[in-house]
């Protein structure tokens, strides 16, 4: 990754979220994912922000429904993880393990 492509914090729990819900990733269900994992409140607005980011950078492809998987006429969008994104998400994974490394465990973080 370049200069300025590491992701931010949400990013690579929206990453997580799609690699864990695999195909059937959309929206309102990533949201879920990650309150259910983190117990933090997350707003769909910043999820469909973060997943158009995301695509913009190539790190995600989106489909939209069709047939069944359409509710009310209108179709959802459904997203999943390409190869750009699980390096990018390997790379920032990395990156923390490089910095606390070696920290001294009465610092509070080991």
Not at 44 to 50: E, F, H, L
Not at 52 to 56: F, G, I, N, P
Not at 79 to 88: L, S, T, V
Not at 106 to 110: C, F, K, P, Q
């Given at each position: ?7 931010g ?20 269900k990533?949201?879920r ?5 983190t117990?933090?409140?997350?707003a ?7 997943l ?5 950078k ?20 459904f ?12 790379e920032?994974?990395d ?6 490394r070696?920290?001294?465990p ?5």
């Open positions: 990754m370049g200069k300025g492509e590491y992701l914090a949400f990013e690579q729990l929206v990453l997580f979220g799609l690699i864990r819900l695999g195909e059937n990733a959309y929206g309102m990533i949201r994912e990650i309150e259910a994992r117990a933090r409140d997350v769909i607005g910043a999820v469909y922000a973060t158009d980011r995301l695509e913009v190539g790190f995600i492809s989106s489909r939209d429904a069709n047939g069944a998987e359409c509710r009310n006429g209108k179709a959802r969008r997203f999943r993880i390409e190869a750009p994104g699980i390096a990018a998400l390997n920032s994974r990156a923390l393990r490089a910095m606390a070696g920290l001294d009465a610092r509070g973080v080991a």
